[in-house]
């Protein structure tokens, strides 16, 4: 096991809101000698605004040198600016898509930090996630653009049939963006990839929805206990590289008391996501030393898969940068090669290979007619090497 620096270990032990207790920090900050390493961490694994509540709470800032500190309230409050001008979004776009009749349903964010703190702006985030049902995508995306004046970005150009039909199958959202470019918005048709969760999987979790205050206006989110399940697949999708992904399953866990396990483990299970859950209960449990929930507890010895999967994402965990964030073909590959373990069968790694040989920069840089489509997986290297040449001249 790859064992972290006292930087990371202070961030560990600051990340968790609210604290349970402060002993172990006095003791690591008092070994911290690069304070902008720390600094830094806080900022690639996007926990500034926890540990400034943190800080703050426990009358502890003291703790950091004057610069540093100065540095992350700065960053506190750029945060809180930034949760309310999105939470004002929120309900904007909100307005459009029910003046069109379209439903829609907000997912993390601002509503998952009510949900559990009771405040939109103790969790951070940096766009929008909007879901709406399929059969409604390409008119909801019409109603941002048209009412909204939102830019589509990804992808920018007009779809082929063919690569509509790759694109709904193999991913799960339209990205736009806002006029003032502030932001993105995610236009979801599902609430994760399909490889990941069924369609029939999201509808479930959607038909659960609460209602949630931001405001003056209630806006449907997804329920705790589904959550739950979310945040086990979105974080495995990522490979746990960033504390946040556990950061939002220790505060899920936080909030429910009493968490509906039979619901839980019953999505997990139609998922076929049994390693996540494992491996994710090993994970938070290293990570912020805290007793996990029976059903995610660690076995005594866990199967050599959930081992594998906990120790490489460990060590993303651990670098200095989030290489998920890297979209270079040697990242993706070594990524795709996490997500195909995720899953047993050869058909999961089949379609993680296909999805890793096929670009959509291609579609747009070089279309090809819809008859020819299957071409691009093979043309692939071809199409890179291309692109290379054209950035050489």
Excluded: C
Excluded at 32 to 48: I, K, N, P
Excluded at 351 to 369: K, Q, T
Aim: hydrophobic share 45%.
């Amino acid at each position: 096991m790859h064992t972290p620096n006292v930087a990371f270990q202070l961030l560990q032990a600051l990340t968790p809101y609210p604290l349970r207790e402060n002993e172990s920090i006095h003791k690591l900050a008092a070994q911290v000698h690069d304070w902008q390493q720390f600094y830094a961490l806080a900022e690639r694994h996007s926990v500034t605004n926890n540990i400034v509540l943190n800080l703050q709470a426990n009358q502890a800032h003291h703790l950091l040198p004057a610069p540093v500190w100065e540095q992350l309230k700065r960053r506190r409050k750029e945060h809180l600016l930034n949760a309310t001008y999105l939470t004002r979004e929120i309900i904007q776009v909100g307005q459009a898509l029910e003046q069109a009749q379209i439903p829609y349903w907000v997912m993390k964010g601002a509503p998952l930090s009510q949900l559990l703190f009771g405040a939109p702006h103790i969790r951070s985030f940096g766009d929008l996630d909007i879901i709406v049902p399929p059969a409604v995508l390409d008119y909801a995306g019409q109603v941002l653009q048209k009412t909204l004046g939102f830019r589509r970005t990804h992808p920018p150009h007009q779809l082929t049939p063919r690569q509509r039909a790759y694109l709904m199958r193999h991913h799960h959202h339209i990205i736009y963006e806002n006029p003032s470019q502030r932001y993105s918005l995610e236009l979801h048709w599902g609430i994760i990839e399909e490889y990941l969760m069924p369609q029939h999987v999201a509808e479930r979790i959607l038909a659960r929805a609460v209602s949630v205050p931001l405001g003056e206006k209630h806006i449907r989110t997804i329920d705790l206990d589904s959550m739950l399940a979310v945040s086990i697949l979105h974080g495995a999708k990522h490979q746990w590289a960033r504390l946040k992904f556990l950061f939002d399953l220790d505060s899920i866990l936080r909030a429910l008391p009493t968490p509906d396990w039979d619901y839980i483990l019953g999505i997990l299970h139609a998922t076929h996501m049994e390693r996540a859950a494992a491996s994710a209960g090993i994970l938070l449990q290293r990570a912020f030393h805290r007793p996990v929930s029976a059903p995610l507890q660690p076995k005594q010895q866990p199967n050599r898969e959930v081992t594998r999967l906990v120790e490489d994402a460990w060590q993303a965990l651990l670098e200095d940068s989030d290489y998920t964030e890297n979209y270079g073909f040697k990242a993706r590959l070594r990524l795709t090669r996490y997500r195909a373990r995720l899953k047993a069968g050869w058909k999961h790694r089949l379609f993680m290979l296909e999805d890793l040989f096929f670009s959509y920069d291609d579609w747009a840089a070089f279309p090809l007619p819809d008859v020819l489509f299957p071409l691009y997986l093979p043309l692939r290297p071809f199409f890179s090497a291309l692109r290379v040449l054209q950035r050489t001249r």
